[in-house]
């Protein structure tokens, strides 16, 4: 059970990655207001919401005691960040400050995952 929990970890990660990594190449365009949501934050927000809900099921299964409160507030701030990435993927520009707002929930996300005891 191990091994799979890790792999879904690892999974879980990659697409964090993806979504921040999308984000921060775009920071240059942000001055200029040329931003747009490119496919691998969509991506990578999926393969977050999918992992962390296969995670959390592994886990309980495993018996491992669950933050319940965390995972609810890490859920809900991953729902808002797909909704937003997913809103707008076909556009050109998005507004900065909509951008922007990707970024720092996603940043919070981690701030939670990484400081929540």
């Not at 879904?8 to 984000?23: D, K, R």
């Not at 970024?103 to 929540?116: D, E, F, K, R």
Request: proline letters at 2%.
């Amino acid at each position: 059970m191990d091994v799979l929990i890790n792999l879904f970890v690892a999974s879980h990660i990659i697409g964090i990655a993806s979504l921040l990594g999308g984000w921060l190449t775009q920071m240059k365009s942000m001055s200029t207001g040329d931003v747009r949501v490119v496919p691998a934050m969509v991506h990578g927000a999926l393969v977050m919401l999918v992992t962390g809900f296969i995670l959390s099921g592994l886990n309980e299964a495993d018996d491992v005691e669950l933050n319940q409160a965390k995972l609810g507030v890490k859920g809900v701030i991953l729902i808002v960040i797909l909704v937003m990435v997913f809103i707008k993927r076909n556009e050109e520009r998005v507004p900065k400050g909509y951008f922007a707002a990707i970024g720092l929930l996603t940043m919070s996300n981690i701030v939670i995952a990484t400081t929540w005891t």
